[in-house]
């Protein structure tokens, strides 16, 4: 790990507003466009970012005559805070100067864009080996990673293309994870989380699909075929679209109360259920309707006399 002066390292987090820590010590980083370097470098760490990439990352094609001079004063002020105590004009241990351009030094545990791609690698990597468990675990590591809009307030063409893409990985790790959920038979879990998502992204038919499915299973068909109803009327209201063929088919399918739709097997062998009930701890009682051999059932409990063999 890279560490400066008194050997804290540096992390830097870009999955919500851009923030930086030294340690346990935040770190201040000033203003919007100095965010957006950070950041920018941050995304593109141990490489090398040129004066004119970053430039445009912060005004886009139409920079101010002072933009070149801004960035320098933007990158000067960004050592001092990375490393206060280092010494004048000597060599920096996280931003430095390379070729035309700057590069930011970090390990992959610095940044929680690199810890998110190596959580959703391995959960991937899970799901491929048939372990669902383990990828259900990797993909909540990766989520919870997550704070708000990623590079919030960050201005700027490069900060506004990274937040859709960011975005977009989010939402399709979101799937994924939802798909081992219902594979694991967690589908009242996943309608749960589904519907705050479709309220949110409600033109996604992935999403959508996930939380008829879910609904499904957990034996609401009617509030299932609500939901799709409700994206065929956003869909044509904003778009003037109808629903997706795949969409359009798992419609069908509920109304048709289709067995494939039921979980898959799998579900019952590597899953614990969604309820666990808990076994009486007692005998069962008496059975009050269960009459007419009285004989029968006290003449084991009345004792026994033994006949002795006559000699």
Same mark, same amino acid.
């Given at each position: 790990m890279v560490t400066a002066d008194h050997g804290r390292p540096l992390l830097? !987090?870009?999955?919500?507003? +851009?923030?930086?820590?030294?340690?346990? !010590?935040?770190? /201040?980083?000033?203003?919007?466009?100095?965010?957006? +370097?950070?950041?920018?470098?941050?995304? !593109?760490? #141990?490489? *090398?970012?040129?004066?004119?990439?970053?430039?445009?990352?912060?005004?886009? /094609?139409?920079?101010?005559?002072?933009?070149? #001079?801004?960035?320098?004063?933007? +990158? $000067?002020?960004?050592?001092?805070?990375?490393e206060?105590?280092?010494?004048?004009r000597a060599p920096g241990k996280f931003l430095l100067a390379a070729g035309p351009g700057y590069s930011l030094r970090l390990d992959p545990g610095d940044l929680d864009a690199q810890m998110f791609s190596r959580?959703?690698?391995? *959960?991937?990597?899970?799901?491929?080996?048939?372990?669902?468990? $383990?990828a259900a675990r990797e993909f909540d590591a990766a989520l919870r990673l997550w704070q708000a809009v990623p590079l919030s307030g960050a201005p700027g063409p490069w900060a506004e293309i990274e937040r859709v893409r960011l975005i977009e990985v989010r939402l399709t790790a979101i799937e994924e994870r939802t798909e081992i959920m219902l594979?694991?038979?967690?589908?009242?879990?996943?309608?749960a989380e589904l519907a705050g998502l479709v309220r949110e992204y409600p033109l996604r038919e992935g999403l959508r699909g996930q939380l008829m499915l879910a609904l499904y299973r957990c034996g609401r068909q009617a509030d299932a075929l609500a939901t799709f109803?409700?994206?065929?009327?956003? =869909?044509? %209201?904003? =778009?003037?679209?109808?629903?997706? %063929?795949?969409?359009r088919r798992l419609h069908e399918q509920?109304?048709? $109360?289709? *067995?494939?739709?039921?979980?898959?097997?799998?579900? +019952?062998?590597?899953?614990?259920? /969604?309820?666990?009930? *808990?076994?009486?701890?007692?005998?069962?009682? /008496?059975?009050?309707?269960?009459?007419? !051999?009285?004989g029968e059932l006290a003449a084991p409990r009345r004792p026994r006399r033994l006949r002795l063999p006559r000699r």
């Open positions: 830097v !987090r870009l999955l919500g507003p +851009v923030r930086a820590w030294q340690g346990d !010590r935040e770190l /201040e980083l000033g203003g919007p466009q100095r965010q957006v +370097v950070l950041g920018l470098l941050a995304l !593109r760490a #141990n490489r *090398a970012v040129s004066r004119g990439e970053l430039i445009d990352g912060i005004w886009g /094609e139409d920079p101010p005559p002072s933009a070149v #001079n801004a960035l320098h004063v933007h +990158v $000067a002020v960004l050592r001092r805070t990375l206060p105590h280092r010494a004048s959580h959703l690698d391995a *959960a991937r990597g899970s799901r491929a080996a048939g372990d669902l468990s $383990a594979m694991l038979g967690r589908a009242a879990a996943a309608a109803a409700a994206g065929r009327r956003i =869909l044509r %209201q904003e =778009l003037g679209l109808e629903p997706g %063929q795949g969409l509920i109304m048709a $109360a289709d *067995a494939a739709l039921g979980p898959p097997a799998v579900a +019952v062998t590597v899953a614990a259920p /969604e309820r666990i009930w *808990a076994a009486p701890a007692q005998l069962p009682g /008496e059975v009050d309707a269960f009459t007419g !051999r009285a």
